[in-house]
């Protein structure tokens, strides 16, 4: 019975040293792996560069582009584009300048180019019948001084024999003055007066006809003498311009 006895308590101290031995090693096990967690967190500012840590492939580029000498370089590239804005400016205004003075120089006529847009002629010794030729901006002009038969027989044309249909009192300021272009207008060539199949002129160049109010009656010039702009200033005083 005694012996018995002592194996029955030798079985349960052997039961409860292996159940209190999970226990301790468990406790033994845990500050081994929270140490071995820990200790990354507390090497990785020392050990580890940021590039690495967050797996970055342009790290190497990101340290090489920060240059301590950019700045100059910025500022050098600054000055530049002021310089070049301000030489843009100055170009723009010089031309400005200039388009505003020539403009100014074209609205203030000098004297010479008044004279070359009018001009004045006396009329009063050109005979009835009679077509004198002046200049005027380089271009020739005929002054004709009518009759009275030329007036009437001018009047007395029908619009359907025209090839450019214009009255004879549309042609002219007064009836005994006539004064065109003397230019024919097929061509340009200078038309030779008191000529031709109706009294007035001829061109030689290619056969135009004009009667005795400047109208084409015949040949290839398609349109009428042209008329430059006059007025009587006077009695025998003409303004062509």
């Not at 406790?27 to 050990?47: E, F, I, V, Y």
């Not at 020539?102 to 004045?120: G, R, Y």
């Not at 024919?184 to 199949?197: E, K």
Request: proline fraction near 5%.
């Amino acid at each position: 019975m005694a012996a018995a006895a002592l194996l029955r308590r030798g079985l349960c101290r052997t039961a409860s040293a292996a159940a209190r031995a999970p226990a301790r090693t468990a406790a033994a096990r845990a500050p081994q792996t929270q140490a071995r967690w820990a200790r990354p967190l507390a090497t990785t500012p020392a050990t580890l560069s940021p590039g690495e840590d967050l797996g970055s492939f342009d790290y190497g580029f990101t340290k090489d582009r920060i240059d301590k000498g950019g700045v100059s370089g910025a500022a050098e590239n600054r000055g530049f584009t002021y310089l070049l804005m301000g030489a843009n400016k100055f170009i723009y205004a010089s031309a400005v300048r200039i388009g505003a003075l020539k403009f100014i120089a074209t609205m203030s006529a000098t004297k010479d180019v008044l004279a070359l847009a009018s001009a004045e002629f006396d009329v009063s010794a050109v005979e009835e019948g009679q077509t004198i030729t002046v200049k005027w901006r380089g271009k020739p002009v005929f002054i004709r001084h009518r009759t009275a038969d030329e007036i009437a027989s001018s009047e007395a044309v029908s619009l359907d024999e025209l090839r450019d249909p214009e009255t004879d009192a549309a042609r002219v300021e007064s009836a005994e003055w006539l004064v065109v272009m003397g230019i024919c207008t097929h061509l340009g060539c200078v038309p030779i007066a008191n000529a031709g199949d109706y009294g007035g002129w001829f061109c030689p160049c290619h056969g135009s006809h004009y009667d005795v109010s400047g109208r084409i009656r015949k040949g290839p010039a398609p349109l009428n003498l042209e008329i430059p702009p006059y007025k009587f200033t006077g009695d025998a005083n003409l303004l062509v311009g």
